[in-house]
Nanobody
Framework: QVQLVESGGGLVQPGGSLRLSCAASGSIFSIKVMGWYRQAPGKERELVARFTVGGSTNYADSVKGRFTISRESFKNTVYLQMNSLKPEDTAVYYC??????????WGQGTQVTISS
């Protein structure tokens, strides 16, 4: 079992910044890669950013140049630095871990609201 706990969401004005954190615990040896997804009201969950098995990163086109995913392996923690936030970034953000044997783990989600 892998547990993921997100933190750092909140209400920010357009143009502002937020930093999300995701701490993994439990059977962390089974984690292959980690990343961030989001789900806006009435929309499907979508990839925001993730690490690949090789250590590179993938970003959604809508966040390239504004969001940065990073990690501290010794802390089993992944971060998402979000800059130049827009109202359309409003969503529940979920931390994700891809595990051995094709399994997935999800955090409980953290709300990010961009509004003036």
């Amino acid at each position: 079992q892998v547990q993921l706990v997100e933190s750092g969401g909140g209400l920010v004005q357009p143009g502002g910044s937020l930093r999300l954190s995701c701490a993994a615990s439990g059977s962390i040896f089974s984690i292959k890669v980690m990343g961030w997804y989001r789900q806006a009201p009435g929309k499907e969950r979508e990839l925001v950013a993730r690490f690949t098995v090789g250590g590179s990163t993938n970003y959604a086109d809508s966040v390239k140049g504004r969001f940065t995913i990073s990690r501290e392996s010794f802390k089993n923690t992944v971060y998402l630095q979000m800059n130049s936030l827009k109202p359309e970034d409003t969503a529940v953000y979920y931390c994700n871990a891809e595990l051995s044997y094709g399994l997935l783990a999800w955090g409980q989600g953290t709300q990010v609201t961009i509004s003036s």
